[in-house]
């Protein structure tokens, strides 16, 4: 009783708080048992208990129906609706929905998961129909943890495990007014910037104000005035890499550049932010806060763009070549960004001369293997000599 009085006040708070009651997602518990013998089916049930909180001029509607691990429905609801939903005697909950970000894409994969499998674990359990898996979940923790160089979860009965490496990578680089193109990641999603466009650089350290807060962008820590229509280089730590985005985005920057500090080393994170915005080195932040120090006293803007390339796949070549021969493959490594891309590679075969009778014939094999550090593609490789008669 004490925790649904709890969660009753929350929602109450929530809903005095809004400045507009605006209607989002909400996930419904119902008590299962509680259904009237009037009604066929328990979306019925639950359509009608909607519609005595809405508006009349409000349409009822469902998004989900919940009936395997719990019993209830999701709908969008205002903050008010939710309130007066949570007062009905069969509610047993009304809890706003909650964004999960996905941490990997290759879990199935890595697992050996394989929908298109003849047999195997989904094959036997029916594809997961009708099972609740209770022993073990693996996820990526997200290296979010509550220190340096911890993880972290959420459920019990989640095994969390430390993020290794992927096998691809999200390049975005920075162009800067010298010329020079120094590497960096991020998948941002949204509109770039404007093709061959320099834009004025700024370090958000050397602004008016705190000029650590600054240096980190913290929230409020920006003048507007010195950032506004920038591309504005932040120092990692204190708050999330992608909370300073907002931050910039907030004050009238165009775009930003998070630079690792030396503790962070050459260890990169590609993130979704919410302005064009990607994430470098410790190396290349000192050599962007460094170029723009010295156009600073050179009376020259300095100026940047970013450039994204979207996700790149890496295979490099392993050769295995014939004995007696010399093969080289040029390129020795192909990089894909999109699906259904085809590349093309040349190879060159180098044979000893060998003796053979009139007629005779000299066949060696070998491989060509390209590889992405997880999935292995071969080529087989196949010199045949023959001496005319």
Not at 60 to 84: I, N, R, W
Not at 207 to 236: A, M, N
Not at 313 to 324: A, D, F
Not at 367 to 381: A, M, Q, R, Y
Request: proline share 6%; net charge positive; aromatic share 8%.
């Amino acid at each position: 009783m004490a925790f649904l009085l709890f969660f009753f006040l929350s929602l109450l708070s929530f809903a005095s708080s809004a400045s507009r009651d605006h209607p989002k997602t909400f996930i419904v518990r119902v008590q299962n048992d509680a259904k009237p013998s009037i009604f066929t089916t328990h979306k019925h049930w639950y359509e009608s208990s909607l519609s005595s909180v809405l508006s009349p001029s409000t349409p009822t509607l469902v998004l989900h129906v919940y009936d395997t691990v719990f019993h209830g429905f999701s709908a969008k609801l205002t903050p008010t609706e939710a309130l007066k939903l949570q007062t009905l005697p069969h509610i047993v909950a009304v809890i706003p929905e909650q964004v999960r970000r996905l941490h990997t894409t290759r879990s199935p994969h890595f697992l050996g998961l394989k929908t298109t499998d003849t047999a195997g674990l989904l094959k036997e359990s029916d594809f997961g129909s009708n099972l609740v898996i209770g022993i073990i979940d693996t996820a990526s923790a997200g290296n979010g943890g509550p220190g340096g160089l911890t993880v972290t979860n959420v459920a019990p009965w989640v095994a969390t495990v430390g993020a290794g490496t992927i096998d691809r990578d999200f390049p975005a680089e920075v162009k800067l007014g010298n010329g020079k193109v120094l590497p960096g990641v991020s998948i941002y999603n949204g509109p770039g910037l404007t093709p061959g466009r320099m834009y004025p650089l700024v370090y958000a350290g050397t602004g008016d104000g705190d000029g650590y807060s600054s240096s980190l962008c913290l929230e409020g820590s920006l003048d507007p005035e010195f950032v506004k229509g920038k591309i504005v280089v932040c120092d990692r730590g204190i708050n999330s890499r992608a909370a300073k985005g907002e931050v910039v985005k907030k004050a009238g920057g165009i775009g930003m550049i998070l630079a690792n500090g030396a503790f962070d080393g050459e260890g990169l994170v590609a993130d979704c932010h919410v302005l064009p915005a990607t994430a470098v080195g410790a190396a290349n932040g000192d050599e962007i806060r460094g170029y723009i120090d010295s156009a600073s006293k050179s009376k020259s803007p300095a100026a940047a763009t970013i450039v994204f390339h979207g996700t790149r796949l890496v295979y490099k070549v392993r050769i295995n070549p014939p004995s007696g021969t010399v093969v080289t493959v040029e390129p020795e490594q192909l990089v894909f960004r999109r699906v259904g891309q085809k590349l093309n590679f040349l190879v060159r075969v180098q044979t000893m001369a060998v003796k053979l009778h009139p007629g005779g014939t000299s066949m060696k094999s070998g491989s060509i293997v390209w590889s992405d550090g997880k999935h292995n593609v071969t080529s087989p490789l196949i010199v045949t000599m023959q001496q005319p008669l």
